[in-house]
């Protein structure tokens, strides 16, 4: 599919720049050999459009018999999905889901009232060396789909809208954006793509979102005359046309945004919803561990251990 020429504006120019209303500089943790860089949650901004978490995994090199294992742990109240540059990571989860995530897919989970899942590099991808380098997001559901039921659903990369010319290469993951529509239902209005640039091409913002951010995974791009490296994240202001120019060595983006919610939502470990009493309410079921007749069950195949809730 080609690019739409016409939807490239010229890139801002002087007070253009105030179009950027926060940049987001992520916080680093080493998880023993393995960083993660958090982007949202961040102090001045929770949420942009439905995306209230953001994360950096890697790039890492797992030597052999190395690799993750995020053993069995609970969401409410939100969607999650991983997106891999490189590497493979097993999901399973408690409606019986066993997915391999690789690169360019989509796996969509729809924690709803409660779901579980587990996340490991296992099998024979630990047998051998092999990488780890993606990004990983979870949506916050509007208020009237807290409570729906879990679920998961797989795109594989071929199904995914690919926009391609002058220069970028841009596959769309979620959503709406640019013309195109991604294949995964979605609760709400949003957009979520990756973009590879070439050194000096441009690609505009999507003009039909109310909210709309932009983080910088390799290289840097320039937008009102400020240059933004890797790692950065900027939330731009609603409804101004905008483009971003990639520098020298290229560029690669995760774009994200669309309607924002209802209000703020509270966060507490795994758990993310409208109200404290709903938090309170998932803290209880977790922690009764009622894997036959309770709120949460444990994915079929991952049984044997799970994280116990922090103990605030």
Known sequence: MSWNPTLDPDCPKGDAVNAIE????????????????RALPAP???????FIFFDQMGPAEFVTSKGIDVRPHPHIGLA??????????????????????????????????GITHSERTDGEIRDRPHDLFGIQTWVALPKDAEDDPADFEHAPKDTLPFLQGEGKEVRLILGDAWGERAPVKTASEMF?????????????????????????????VSVGGEVFGAGKMMVFRPGDTLSLKAGAQGARLMMLGGATLEGSRHIWWNFVASSKERIEA????????????????LPPG????FIPAPAN
Request: charged share 30%; proline share 5%; glycine share 12%.
């Open 302 to 305: 991952d049984e044997d251990e």
């Open 192 to 220: 979520y793509a990756d973009a590879i640039l070439e050194a000096g091409a441009s690609i505009p913002l999507p003009d039909n979102h109310e909210d709309r951010g932009v983080y910088v995974v390799q290289g840097e």
């Open 22 to 37: 926060t940049v987001i500089v992520p916080r680093a943790r080493d998880l023993g050999g393995f960083e993660v860089r």
């Open 44 to 50: 001045k901004r929770q949420m942009v459009g439905p």
């Open 282 to 297: 998932a803290k209880e079921a977790w922690r009764a561990g009622d894997w036959a007749h309770g709120r949460f069950r």
């Open 80 to 113: 999650t999905v991983t997106y891999l540059y490189k590497g493979k990571i097993h999901h399973r989860d408690s409606l019986g889901t066993d997915q391999w995530i690789e690169p360019g897919a989509v796996n969509w989970m729809v924690a709803g009232h």
